[in-house]
């Protein structure tokens, strides 16, 4: 989150605050990441990341996680990842 909440903003700007919020029940964990920064999607003709190379940050939240909600809104980012727990 502080990479790319940070990434090309103007050096005066305002600090980017990051908030991790991790909740539990007996059945489910869910951790949430929410940031004040700007969402900037991945290009849409952007081919899938190579072995070695960066880039794959939310295939690995969905590979690990059974939802994943991605929640961009002009005030910063919001992510939210839950995995339902086996008894």
């Given at each position: 989150?502080?990479?790319?909440?940070?990434?090309?903003?103007?050096?005066?700007?305002?600090?980017?605050?990051?908030?991790?919020?991790?909740?539990?029940?007996?059945?489910?964990?869910?951790?949430?990441?929410?940031?004040?920064?700007?969402?900037?999607?991945?290009?849409?003709?952007?081919?899938?990341?190579?072995?070695?190379?960066?880039?794959?940050?939310?295939?690995?939240?969905?590979?690990?996680?059974?939802?994943v909600?991605?929640?961009?809104?002009?005030?910063?980012?919001?992510?939210?990842?839950t995995?339902?727990?086996?008894?």
């Amino acid at each position: 989150a502080y990479e790319h909440a940070t990434a090309g903003q103007p050096a005066d700007a305002a600090p980017v605050q990051i908030t991790l919020t991790a909740r539990t029940t007996r059945t489910m964990v869910q951790l949430t990441v929410a940031d004040t920064g700007s969402w900037r999607p991945p290009p849409a003709d952007r081919e899938p990341p190579s072995p070695g190379t960066r880039g794959h940050g939310i295939i690995f939240m969905h590979a690990l996680m059974d939802d994943v909600t991605i929640a961009p809104s002009p005030h910063g980012t919001t992510v939210t990842m839950t995995k339902e727990l086996k008894p």
